[in-house]
């Protein structure tokens, strides 16, 4: 070989690394755009919403009964209906996800029976929320006869979140380690006292990081509530959970009828008249601002908790 | 007299002990049972959701035979004249479900090789939780996005668009679709041994070297997975397709025109009043046992991936 020929070859290696290196550039650059894509566009929601919605996003606008005139029209019976109907999806979804979170991971043997829970679970996570609300339809208004309720759509959201509950139940009670439970049955602790004294105390974050996105996720569902028929146009409040004659306690709420912050929202936007978009453009702000202010706290939570515990 | 002192401290000492763990013994499993009945809730959902949809879509089809619901163009069942035909509404969901991808595929794998290959600590730790955050977005503010942002930008640049149609809410559904394909590549990507990537470098591979051809490639599964469950999402999804891409069946494949999807028709019935048992109550529940078998295929297809193309490290 030659000195001019490997001087030639040196040329061509080095022409060739700073293509590469160009490569690199450009990629970073194209990765860096599609990164902004997801992230910009999201935002760009998020300011259209406000800026649609800014005029009506007041005290007034939550204290309001809907109504056929857009500049009247509000969200009380609508949020009211939201809180009414998160709290049959909490007491349903937390008790039934957590208890099956920790059979599934403390109690179940290792056999084909626990093979097919999971296997459920894992399904039930990816069934569209619609066909949730076609299972309601079937079995609570129809066939259980608890017609179009707060208490139907609580329980069907409660099994649509069932899933994330369960999942992230299991998630955070296989991070605690074995020596701990063997630590309680050293002193004589048995099964459901190492569960629910250690087990469940040390996962207890974890699991509520579960609850509060299962729970966010519910309150922003909205093709299940449409198929199990919420009405849209609701000009009153369920009666009052708390009565002023003993017990103090009063059910007729349950099977009261009912509207929640999306299905107004979607009634609005559905609407020919421009001056309804506006309700939505707010409605749908205030949706988001809880949903994310949920999400974010379960999320700092899980990263806070995954620093803060070294076994 | 030893022996009976004896008998009367076996007779006050061991059997309050022994009762006292038979009732131990009892509660453990009586409690044991009941999260067992806890756990098999979510058997009993999968047998509920798949018993009603069968029960309610076998009335459907002692009226419509299978053949014509298979092969009829039309979807007509709320009309004088009823044509039972699936296929444009599967049009529908295909061509929306189509135009998600074909956004949410390429930008979520670019992003997702940026974030895992090329991004610094600093940003990852950023960028991650935002996307978890952008995950649990509200599907109904998505169609807003769509029928009163992307449609009127899109009817500027294409005259002819109308006001509902398949392209802008497949776009608008593409961009949800986006932080959960990126986020769940990421994971794929990020399992992925520091050590093959080490001995990539080594070898005088590029960053964009090592990620194109040592990293996807061991990652394939969980990348193919997090596609597969991307589509099943894009195939579910309700109400940004019923917001704005259209209420009236049409079978078509191009997205510029206005059609309804599976998920958009059951919503549309849903809206109105249908008598329990009639014809058209019946129809939703075989559309969505339509929708359920589709998403069904994909998930397993993303469970097979999974497990068929795991590498082991």
Same mark, same amino acid.
């Given at each position: 070989?030659?000195?001019?020929?490997?001087?030639?070859?040196?040329?061509?290696?080095?022409?060739?690394?700073?293509?590469?290196?160009?490569?690199?550039?450009?990629?970073?650059?194209?990765?860096?755009?599609?990164?902004?894509?997801?992230?910009?566009?999201?935002?760009?929601?998020?300011?259209?919403?406000?800026?649609?919605?800014?005029?009506?996003?007041?005290?007034?606008?939550?204290?309001?009964?809907?109504?056929?005139?857009?500049?009247?029209?509000?969200?009380?019976?609508?949020?009211?209906?939201?809180?009414?109907?998160?709290?049959?999806?909490?007491?349903?979804?937390?008790?039934?996800?957590?208890?099956?979170?920790?059979?599934?991971?403390?109690?179940?043997?290792?056999?084909?029976?626990?093979?097919?829970?999971?296997?459920?679970?894992?399904?039930?996570?990816?069934?569209?929320?619609?066909?949730?609300?076609?299972?309601?339809?079937?079995?609570?208004?129809?066939?259980?006869?608890?017609?179009?309720?707060?208490?139907?759509?609580?329980?069907?959201?409660?099994?649509?979140?069932?899933?994330?509950?369960?999942?992230?139940?299991?998630?955070?009670?296989?991070?605690?380690?074995?020596?701990?439970?063997?630590?309680?049955?050293?002193?004589?602790?048995?099964?459901?006292?190492?569960?629910?004294?250690?087990?469940?105390?040390?996962?207890?974050?974890?699991?509520?990081?579960?609850?509060?996105?299962?729970?966010?996720?519910?309150?922003?569902?909205?093709?299940?509530?449409?198929?199990?028929?919420?009405?849209?146009?609701?000009?009153?409040?369920?009666?009052?959970?708390?009565?002023?004659?003993?017990?103090?306690?009063?059910?007729?709420?349950?099977?009261?009828?009912?509207?929640?912050?999306?299905?107004?929202?979607?009634?609005?936007?559905?609407?020919?008249?421009?001056?309804?978009?506006?309700?939505?453009?707010?409605?749908?702000?205030?949706?988001?601002?809880?949903?994310?202010?949920?999400?974010?706290?379960?999320?700092?939570?899980?990263?806070?908790?995954?620093?803060?515990?070294?076994? | 007299?030893?022996?009976?002192?004896?008998?009367?401290?076996?007779?006050?000492?061991?059997?309050?002990?022994?009762?006292?763990?038979?009732?131990?013994?009892?509660?453990?499993?009586?409690?044991?049972?009941?999260?067992?009945?806890?756990?098999?809730?979510?058997?009993?959902?999968?047998?509920?959701?798949?018993?009603?949809?069968?029960?309610?879509?076998?009335?459907?089809?002692?009226?419509?035979?299978?053949?014509?619901?298979?092969?009829?163009?039309?979807?007509?069942?709320?009309?004088?004249?009823?044509?039972?035909?699936?296929?444009?509404?599967?049009?529908?969901?295909?061509?929306?479900?189509?135009?998600?991808?074909?956004?949410?595929?390429?930008?979520?794998?670019?992003?997702?090789?940026?974030?895992?290959?090329?991004?610094?600590?600093?940003?990852?730790?950023?960028?991650?939780?935002?996307?978890?955050?952008?995950?649990?977005?509200?599907?109904?503010?998505?169609?807003?996005?769509?029928?009163?942002?992307?449609?009127?930008?899109?009817?500027?640049?294409?005259?002819?668009?109308?006001?509902?149609?398949?392209?802008?809410?497949?776009?608008?559904?593409?961009?949800?679709?986006?932080?959960?394909?990126?986020?769940?590549?990421?994971?794929?990507?990020?399992?992925?041994?520091? %050590?093959?990537?080490?001995?990539? #470098?080594?070898? =005088?591979?590029? *960053?964009?070297?090592?990620?194109?051809? &040592? $990293? !996807?490639? @061991?990652?394939? %599964?969980?990348?193919?997975?997090? #596609?597969?469950? =991307?589509?099943? *999402?894009?195939?579910?999804?309700?109400? &940004? $397709? !019923?917001? @704005?891409?259209?209420?009236?069946?049409?079978?078509?494949?191009?997205?510029?025109?206005?059609?309804?999807?599976?998920?958009?028709?059951? $919503?549309?019935? @849903?809206?109105?009043?249908?008598?329990?048992?009639?014809?058209?109550?019946?129809?939703?529940?075989?559309?969505?046992?339509?929708?359920? $078998?589709?998403?069904?295929?994909?998930?397993?297809?993303?469970?097979?991936?999974?497990?068929?193309?795991?590498?082991?490290?």
């Amino acid at each position: 070989m030659t000195q001019a020929s490997v001087i030639k070859n040196l040329n061509e290696v080095r022409a060739m690394i700073k293509r590469h290196k160009m490569d690199d550039h450009i990629f970073s650059i194209i990765g860096i755009i599609a990164l902004m894509v997801g992230l910009l566009t999201l935002l760009t929601l998020f300011i259209d919403l406000i800026y649609d919605g800014s005029g009506r996003i007041n005290l007034q606008f939550l204290s309001d009964y809907p109504s056929r005139r857009a500049a009247n029209a509000g969200l009380l019976s609508a949020w009211v209906g939201s809180t009414l109907v998160m709290m049959i999806t909490f007491l349903t979804a937390v008790p039934m996800g957590v208890a099956a979170g920790l059979y599934l991971e403390e109690y179940a043997p290792k056999n084909w029976f626990s093979d097919i829970i999971e296997i459920n679970v894992s399904n039930l996570a990816g069934v569209p929320s619609i066909v949730y609300g076609l299972l309601a339809l079937g079995l609570f208004v129809y066939g259980l006869g608890l017609g179009q309720s707060i208490l139907t759509a609580g329980l069907t959201l409660g099994l649509l979140i069932l899933p994330i509950v369960i999942v992230s139940t299991r998630e955070s009670i296989r991070a605690i380690p074995v020596a701990i439970r063997e630590a309680a049955y050293a002193v004589g602790a048995t099964k459901w006292q190492v569960v629910y004294d250690h087990v469940l105390k040390y996962s207890y974050g974890g699991i509520l990081t579960g609850v509060i996105i299962g729970m966010a996720r519910a309150l922003g569902e909205t093709a299940p509530i449409i198929t199990i028929g919420a009405l849209t146009f609701i000009a009153f409040l369920p009666p009052s959970p708390i009565s002023n004659v003993p017990p103090y306690l009063n059910f007729d709420w349950l099977s009261s009828g009912y509207t929640v912050l999306p299905i107004q929202m979607f009634n609005w936007l559905s609407r020919p008249d421009h001056a309804f978009h506006v309700n939505a453009a707010a409605t749908g702000a205030i949706i988001i601002v809880v949903t994310l202010l949920m999400n974010g706290y379960a999320i700092r939570l899980r990263y806070k908790i995954r620093e803060s515990i070294k076994w | 007299m030893a022996t009976t002192t004896m008998n009367e401290f076996a007779a006050t000492t061991i059997s309050p002990r022994l009762a006292k763990n038979i009732r131990r013994n009892i509660k453990e499993r009586v409690i044991e049972f009941i999260l067992m009945l806890a756990a098999l809730s979510a058997v009993a959902t999968t047998v509920g959701i798949v018993a009603i949809l069968l029960n309610e879509s076998l009335g459907f089809f002692k009226t419509v035979s299978v053949v014509d619901f298979f092969t009829d163009t039309q979807w007509t069942p709320l009309f004088e004249n009823p044509h039972f035909g699936i296929m444009p509404l599967i049009s529908g969901t295909l061509t929306t479900s189509a135009v998600a991808l074909m956004v949410a595929i390429p930008v979520g794998t670019i992003a997702a090789i940026y974030l895992s290959e090329f991004a610094s600590h600093k940003v990852r730790e950023t960028v991650k939780p935002i996307l978890e955050l952008l995950v649990g977005v509200p599907t109904v503010v998505f169609g807003y996005f769509a029928l009163f942002f992307v449609t009127p930008i899109l009817q500027n640049m294409i005259p002819t668009l109308p006001g509902f149609n398949m392209l802008s809410a497949g776009l608008v559904m593409g961009i949800m679709i986006i932080p959960y394909i990126c986020s769940v590549a990421e994971d794929a990507m990020r399992a992925v041994p520091m %050590s093959m990537r080490e001995g990539s #470098y080594a070898m =005088g591979a590029t *960053r964009f070297q090592t990620a194109l051809r &040592v $990293v !996807a490639p @061991a990652a394939t %599964s969980g990348i193919v997975a997090a #596609y597969i469950l =991307g589509i099943s *999402r894009a195939v579910g999804e309700t109400m &940004v $397709v !019923a917001v @704005a891409a259209g209420q009236q069946p049409n079978l078509t494949f191009n997205p510029m025109e206005s059609a309804a999807t599976i998920t958009a028709y059951i $919503v549309q019935v @849903a809206l109105g009043d249908l008598p329990h048992g009639s014809i058209g109550y019946q129809s939703i529940f075989a559309a969505g046992l339509v929708l359920m $078998v589709m998403t069904l295929i994909f998930n397993m297809l993303g469970h097979w991936v999974r497990k068929k193309y795991r590498e082991n490290y």
